[in-house]
């Protein structure tokens, strides 16, 4: 029997409505957010049965994690590694801000976010060394087993590249959006089932 792994991305958050690189900052769910997740965990209490859930420690994903896991009475495992890109200096601001305020650095980064990083932040590379060693742990953990992990969307389009071998320069090419479902399953080499589902 394979692996199975839910991937994750949590729900809305407040202040959605304006593009902002959030990274570190601990920004609760919207609303619409717990909506989001509530519908999804509906959806996964039907078609599922998790035997863990994972999260990273920033609340948008832990609350998100509680409510994917409260159908099967699990309590989420916190792990730091997973949570989201450290975008340093442009943390909580909008897309429109950098923009004006480092217009050749934000360039460069949608560009090529893997040759370039938001200054003082995190790099592709970086984000990468710190997530896959504890998604591979994870899955070694759970052989065998559904489990889903709850992150963000940086981290679930890292998580993808790598299990589609796809070059990091092209993480942009994969959409994640708020609540959004990934499945993977694990047998001789990792196949990704399913992208950016949403209920």
Same mark, same amino acid.
């Given at each position: ?12 958050? %407040? #202040? ?7 990274? /570190? ?5 919207? %609303? ?10 509906? /959806? ?11 999260? *990273? ?8 994690? &509680? ?10 495992? +916190?792990?730091?590694?997973? $949570? ?12 429109? &801000?950098?923009? $004006? ?6 360039? *460069? ?17 970086? +984000? /990468? ?10 899955? %070694?953990?759970? $052989? #065998? ?19 589609? %071998? ?26 990704? $089932? ?6």
């Amino acid at each position: 029997m394979g692996t199975k792994i839910y991937l994750i991305r949590h729900g809305e958050t %407040e #202040g959605a409505d304006t593009r902002r690189y959030k990274g /570190h900052i601990d920004v609760p769910l919207s %609303e619409n957010g717990i909506s989001q997740v509530q519908r999804l965990s509906e /959806h996964l209490s039907r078609n599922a049965e998790l035997s863990a859930v994972y999260t *990273s420690d920033l609340s948008r994903a832990s609350r998100s994690a &509680e409510i994917i896991a409260a159908p099967f009475n699990i309590t989420p495992i +916190v792990i730091r590694e997973l $949570k989201e890109r450290n975008f340093g200096d442009w943390e909580g601001m909008s897309f429109d &801000e950098i923009q $004006k305020i480092y217009p050749d650095a934000f360039t *460069s980064w949608a560009k090529n976010p893997l040759r370039f990083s938001p200054l003082n932040g995190e790099s592709t590379l970086e +984000v /990468h060394d710190r997530v896959m060693p504890v998604f591979i742990r994870i899955e %070694e953990e759970n $052989k #065998g087993k559904n489990i889903a992990i709850v992150t963000h969307g940086g981290v679930t389009r890292v998580i993808l590249c790598s299990m589609l %071998e796809m070059p990091l320069e092209n993480i942009f090419r994969i959409e994640q959006d708020f609540a959004a479902l990934n499945i993977v399953e694990f047998w001789d080499y990792p196949i990704v $089932k399913q992208i950016n589902f949403v209920v």
